[in-house]
Structure formats: structure tokens, C-alpha cells
């Protein structure tokens, strides 16, 4: 294992910059700085704010940065380019914005393919090598640190391997710190990048980085490759944002860096907290969370197929690859027409059941779920649901109430407003409670009807709502004869449970998916259930 050192290797996080380049995201200057204290509290070790001469906004993250950031740990980067072809690096404004961000260090972005130089830029090869070297030269005389993130490195490797290398050279030479080859187009294999990375760091002798694009889906091994090859800089987004297809995943990179390669990146303690800093900051960026992203993901260690399940209850370890909480994450059982008696023993144990003696009603259960899910119950997006019929099977069936009759009336008034009115008519602890609401929707005044007729007993339903409402048609085939299965998210405030309901009639499967939601609420709420009730 070698020690924690964050200047011997570089975790080098560009969210702000790279990441803010992703199709539909975009930031404001509080959003920035919340994402830097985000990444700062991980511990990543650079964090590249942005493109001063880019735009207000980001010239305004680094003048709020210099009062308001405070990092514990991390350094600011500046990125920028070199300068202009018909410039001094003195003279360039671009290059002023870097100069005067306030920052420690500076990221500059360089030709290295010679296609890009002759084509895009219009200039000579040897003018590029003189604005890499002024520039460099110039923000080093300014007391900077300079890393130079080397453009289109591997594809101009492959055209002309002379000229890769002296860009290399020229920059180190100048001052740069570190020289990332860039993988710009996210075209490449490990393989190549493995082999590019030894021969420039064999050749040039300069500190080397490591920046990819996830275009072929090699982002995360291309970068662990480069470590793997030399470089000791490594950059990446968090949860992989960023142009097209993404930048390197950074918390993968990290994570596979400290439980793979047995290389501390992060403070002691820090990779606990990679789940919540994904999320905090997917929730900025105002992304839905990626269930499926490796490591962080809420179904990166979610098991459904009954098999794994009856391995994982003897050792977690035969189906992970890590333990979970290592990164902060769960290990989560999914309960579905593909589990088995082991998947139902482990689900208990989430709910704080021990079913190991309970052979029979395992069964009963595996197939109940099983007959369930072939009429459209899907029980993995209703746990709470699950829970009630598992306690039903095992220890008999827990009621508070009766149902006498509910019925829903919509109607469209001469005004053209339409409005539902329902009515619930129940018994419970010996009283009978008719009661009729009207709502915005059918299911919205059957769920205030079911609410007012058992207010009385149950007054602390009150604290418990219905949060959302989803419904699926199963067979858009059979037109108004298909089956539709309805999904309702409650909450008391302080936790939120999922039902379900299925019926060919979308008001009967609403008000399954109700009764469970209010049964749920009170078992949580701890009401003892109503011995007559059936
Ligand atoms: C691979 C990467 O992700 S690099 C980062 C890419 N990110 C961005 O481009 C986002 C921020 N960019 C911007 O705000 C703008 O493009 C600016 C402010 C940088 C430049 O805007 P403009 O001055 O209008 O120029 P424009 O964007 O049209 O073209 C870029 C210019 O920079 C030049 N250029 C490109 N790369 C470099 C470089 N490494 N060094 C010096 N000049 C460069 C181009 O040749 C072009 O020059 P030209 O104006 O003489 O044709
Ligand atoms: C510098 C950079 O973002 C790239 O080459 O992809």
C-alpha cells in the first residue's frame, strides 16, 4: 500500500470546467461554489473552478472564490489556453484572466496534434511550441503552478509521434508541472493509452496526466491504465459529467484507485463519504442519480436473482466486488417473480425480521410474490406493499378496518369544471364512519375520503401524505381491458413508502395501493391494529 499523498499523485477533479461542458447542464456562480465545498469535503486535491476569460460568470466563481471558499484542502485551478497566435502571452487577455484568478494554479489547454495546430489553429508548428512556451513561462513568472492538459495527445501520437513529444518537452521544459495527454475524442483503448503512456514517459521523462473522454466507454479503465503505466495526475468529473459522452467518472477512478490498487487518494475516512457527495451533488447539477453508476449507484449492490441472493446469505462477498459501506453505499435485496426463499430471509432482515425459522411461510411467500408479479404486481417498486403481505404470510393478517364499500363519482359541471367526489364507508373499533370528500382527481378524493373516515380513530394519520401517484397500463393491447397497475409514494415527513395496486380498473388498483399506504403509516406510527377487523 503506498501512502496518502495528494502532490505525489494528483486527483484533479474538472465538474466545474469539463463537467459544466455537459449537453443541458449548467451552473450559477452559488451552485459552483456548493460543488467545490462538495468536492473539497471528499478531498479531491485540485478542483479547476472554470475558464476565467470565458465568461462573467465564471470570471465572477473566482473573485468569490478568493472570500468565500475556504477549501481545507484542495487547490483552485484556472483553466485557460495558451496564448494567441498573434499574441504575447503579456499582452493576451485570455491569458490576464488566468493571471489574475487568484488562483495557485493554472490549467492551460495546448495543440499537440499537429492537425489541430495546421488546421484549427492556422499557425505553424513551431509558432504552437512558442505559444506553449511563452505562456507557461509567463503564468510560472507570475508564481504560478502550471499543468498543461496536452489536446488530442493520443490521436496526434498516432500521426506524428515527433511532434507529441516535443510538445511534451517544450512544456515541461518551460515550467509546466505536469503535462496531461488528453484524450480528447474519448476514442481510445486501454491498451493504447497503456502503451502511449510508457513510451512519452520513457521518452520525455516529464511528470505526465491523464484526462479521458468516455466516447468508446473506456473513460474510467483508460485512466486507471495510465496509473497504472506512470502518470501521477489523474482529472475527472464527478459522477462523469461532461461533453458528448462524459469525462472519466473522477469517483470511480477514485474509488477503483483506493480498493483496487490498494493506492490512498482521498484523507483517511473520506471514501465513506463518495455515495452522498454523488448525490448532494447530482442534486445540484439538478440530475437524476444514475442507479446503475458503479460504487455510488442505488442498485450498484442491489441483488434480484434468487441465486445470488442464497450466496449472499452466507457471504456477502461471493456476489460484490467490495463491501458497500466501504464508498458509503447499502446492500439492498429486490423482492420479484425471480427471487427465492433466501432473497425473502434477507428482505426480512431489512425489515428487522428473523425468518430463518420460518421455512413454510418462506415458500408460500416466494410464491405468492411469483403468482403476483404474473398478474402485474411489481413488488421491488413496493416494498412498503411487500412488507405487509411478508407480515400477513408469517404472523396472520394485521387490519384496521373494514370496508364496508368505497364509491367515486366524476362529473363535469355546467361550467365545464370537472370534479371527483368519493365516498368511503368503514368500520372500525366497533363504529361504523361514512365520509365523502371531493378532490382534484378520483384517486385524490378517495384518498380524503379513506383519510376523514378513519380520522377519528387514527388521528395521527394526519401527519402522513400521499406524495406521488404513478400508473402503468400492462397490455396497451387490450385497450380498455388491459391491466393497470398503480404506484403511490407516502410520506410522514420523515420517511417515505411505496405501494401498489393492479386491477383492470384504475380506481380499484388506486384504492389497493391507498389501503396499504394508510395500513403502512399506522404500523409505523405504532397504532395497534383492530382486533374485529377483517
Ligand atoms: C478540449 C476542451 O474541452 S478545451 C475547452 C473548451 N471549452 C470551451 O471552449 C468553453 C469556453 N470557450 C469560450 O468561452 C470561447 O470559445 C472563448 C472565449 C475561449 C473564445 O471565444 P472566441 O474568441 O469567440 O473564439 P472561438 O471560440 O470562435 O475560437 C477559438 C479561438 O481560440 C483558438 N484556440 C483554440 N485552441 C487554442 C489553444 N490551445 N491556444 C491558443 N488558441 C487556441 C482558435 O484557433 C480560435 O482562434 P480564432 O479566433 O483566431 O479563430
Ligand atoms: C482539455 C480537455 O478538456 C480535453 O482535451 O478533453
Known amino acids: 500500500m503506498r501512502p496518502y499523498d ?39 486535491g485540485f478542483i479547476e473552478g472554470g475558464w476565467p476569460g470565458s465568461n462573467p460568470k465564471d470570471a ?40 489574475e484568478a487568484g488562483t495557485p494554479v493554472v490549467c492551460l489547454v495546448a495543440k499537440s496534434d499537429r492537425r489541430h495546430v495546421e488546421r484549427a489553429l492556422r499557425t505553424t508548428l513551431a509558432e504552437n511550441l512558442a505559444m506553449i512556451r511563452d505562456t507557461v513561462e509567463h503564468l510560472r513568472a507570475e508564481g504560478k ?12 501520437y498516432r500521426v506524428d509521434e515527433a511532434y507529441g513529444l516535443e510538445v511534451v518537452r517544450t512544456a515541461a521544459e518551460a515550467g ?68 458528448r459522452c462524459g469525462n472519466a467518472n473522477l469517483f470511480t477512478v477514485v474509488a477503483g484507485l483506493e480498493t483496487k490498487l490498494a493506492t490512498p487518494v482521498l484523507p483517511a475516512g473520506r471514501l465513506r463519504e463518495l455515495v452522498r457527495v454523488s448525490h448532494a451533488i447530482d442534486e445540484l447539477t439538478n440530475s437524476a442519480p444514475d442507479t446503475h453508476r458503479p460504487y455510488v449507484g442505488a442498485s450498484a449492490f442491489a441483488h434480484k436473482g434468487g441465486l445470488h441472493a442464497s450466496a449472499v446469505k452466507i457471504d456477502p ?13 447499502d446492500m439492498r435485496m429486490l423482492v420479484s417473480e425471480l427471487a427465492g426463499r433466501a432473497t425473502i430471509e434477507l428482505k426480512g432482515r431489512e ?31 413496493a416494498e412498503a406493499s411487500f412488507e405487509l403481505l411478508l407480515r400477513d404470510e408469517v404472523y396472520g393478517p394485521e387490519r384496521y378496518f373494514t370496508l364496508d364499500s368505497w364509491r367515486v363519482i366524476v362529473e363535469q359541471r355546467p361550467d365545464g369544471e370537472v370534479v371527483s367526489e368519493a365516498t368511503v364507508k368503514l368500520e372500525t373499533r366497533g363504529e361504523r364512519h361514512v365520509s365523502t370528500a371531493e378532490g382534484n382527481g378520483p384517486v385524490n378524493a378517495l384518498d380524503k375520503a379513506l383519510r376523514e373516515a378513519l380520522a377519528k380513530a387514527y388521528p395521527g394519520l394526519k401527519a402522513v401524505d400521499l406524495t406521488d401517484f404513478k400508473v402503468r397500463i400492462l397490455d396497451g393491447q387490450e385497450g ?40 403502512y403509516g399506522l404500523r409505523r406510527q405504532n397504532e395497534v391494529p383492530d382486533p374485529d377487523a377483517v
Not at 145 to 156: K, L, P, S
Not at 491 to 518: H, K, Y
Request: hydrophobic share 40%; net charge negative.
Open 6 to 44: 495528494p502532490e505525489s499523485l494528483h486527483i484533479y477533479d474538472t465538474t466545474l470546467r469539463d463537467g459544466t461542458q455537459q449537453e443541458g447542464l449548467s451552473l450559477s456562480v452559488a451552485d459552483k461554489l456548493a460543488v467545490a465545498r462538495h468536492l473539497d469535503d471528499l478531498g479531491v
Open 60 to 99: 465572477e466563481f473566482f473573485r468569490r472564490a478568493q472570500t468565500e471558499l475556504n477549501l481545507r484542502g484542495a487547490k483552485l485551478a484556472a483553466f485557460g489556453s495558451t496564448r494567441r497566435a498573434s499574441k504575447t502571452a503579456a499582452d493576451d487577455p485570455q491569458v490576464a484572466a488566468l493571471r
Open 145 to 156: 503552478r502550471v499543468f498543461v492538459d496536452a489536446e488530442h495527445f493520443f490521436d496526434g
Open 176 to 243: 509546466a508541472e505536469v503535462v496531461v495527454l488528453c484524450d480528447t475524442n474519448g476514442g481510445m483503448l486501454p491498451t493504447q493509452i497503456g502503451d502511449t503512456v510508457r513510451a512519452v514517459l520513457d521518452a520525455s521523462g516529464a511528470r505526465l496526466g491523464i484526462h479521458c473522454h468516455d466516447d468508446s466507454g473506456c473513460a474510467v479503465a483508460n485512466s486507471l491504465v495510465a496509473v497504472q503505466a506512470g502518470v501521477t495526475h489523474v482529472q475527472g468529473a464527478a459522477n462523469g459529467y461532461g461533453e
Open 317 to 329: 462477498d461471493m456476489y460484490q466486488h467490495i463491501d458497500p459501506a466501504v464508498v458509503g453505499n
Open 351 to 381: 425489515f428487522g425480521l428473523d425468518l430463518s425459522d420460518e421455512k413454510e411461510a418462506l415458500g408460500r411467500i416466494v410464491e405468492l410474490v411469483k403468482e403476483r408479479e404474473a398478474s402485474g404486481f411489481a413488488y421491488e417498486a
Open 480 to 519: 380498455s381491458g388491459a391491466i393497470t397497475r398503480v404506484l403511490v409514494e407516502t410520506t410522514d415527513g420523515q420517511t417515505r413508502w411505496d405501494t401498489i395496486g393492479v386491477d383492470e380498473n384504475i380506481i380499484a388498483a388506486s384504492w389497493q395501493a391507498l389501503q396499504d399506504a394508510v395500513t
